[in-house]
């Protein structure tokens, strides 16, 4: 049973609009992450936060941008959506801790985005 | 740097036929390795892990893999599928290097079909 929660499920958007795509988690997570996935490829960290107030940039360039002002909640922001946006995007969260054990990924059930 | 090898982007097998997904990873030290299961339509879910201690590991729906740290692999199997196995398995990898390096780094993933 998934205690995070990923909305919109699908969206389809013209270019230029601004998008955000919310990600809410009841577990308590301190860490949160921000996922880009597309067919055959692997999964590309954009976005990740340790915390309340704290965002680092993943591993793959991303023009999204994201917040974290409550513990609970980490919103993706696309302030101008181009066609090349076109993705599924995963939000995920863990635990603080040595981050293996004890501290799988908590995934929600991801954002399928359409820009046309 | 740490990356991920999946060997085969689809694998078929019959109801009741083994199950063996392939997995190598590379990095520069001691690794944390993970198998993740995402059905149609739903986020990633924690199908096993491995961080230290006994090579071989049991996770969900009947599940295991062996981390051969002479191979650099590890991979899954599963001795009778079924036709609820049915799904994209992702291997992903996390440097067990201390400090506060949470990122996984995950392969292309493998989507399993299981024929009746």
């Known amino acids: 049973e998934a205690d995070i929660y990923q909305t919109p499920r699908y969206l389809v958007i013209g270019t230029g609009k601004k998008i955000t795509l919310e990600c809410s988690q009841t577990m308590g997570h301190d860490k949160m992450y921000w996922y880009q996935q597309d067919p055959g490829m692997e999964l590309h960290l954009i976005h990740y936060s340790y915390g309340v107030n704290s965002t680092e ?60 | 740097a740490q990356s991920v090898t999946q060997l085969g982007s689809h694998v078929s097998v019959s109801e009741g036929a083994l199950v063996l997904l392939r997995c190598n990873y590379s990095s520069s030290v001691p690794p944390y390795l993970f198998w993740y299961v995402q059905y149609p339509n739903q986020g990633l879910q924690l199908l096993l892990k491995y961080t230290t201690g006994a090579t071989l590991v049991k996770g969900i729906n009947g599940f ?36 506060s390096n949470y990122k996984l780094t995950f392969g292309k993933g493998t989507l399993l079909t299981v024929n009746p």
């Open chain 1, 57 to 116: 940039k993943g591993d793959l360039s991303s023009e999204s941008t994201v917040s974290r002002i409550r513990t609970e909640h980490f919103p993706l922001t696309l302030e101008s959506a181009r066609p090349s946006h076109t993705s599924q995007y995963l939000c995920a969260s863990s635990e603080w801790g040595d981050g293996s054990s004890n501290s799988p990924l908590h995934f929600g059930n991801g954002t399928r985005l359409t820009v046309t």
């Open chain 2, 64 to 99: 295991e893999a062996e981390f051969k740290k002479s191979e650099t692999s590890f991979h899954l199997t599963k001795p009778s599928a079924h036709m609820s196995d049915a799904a994209e398995y992702f291997c992903a990898v996390r440097e067990n290097s201390g400090g």
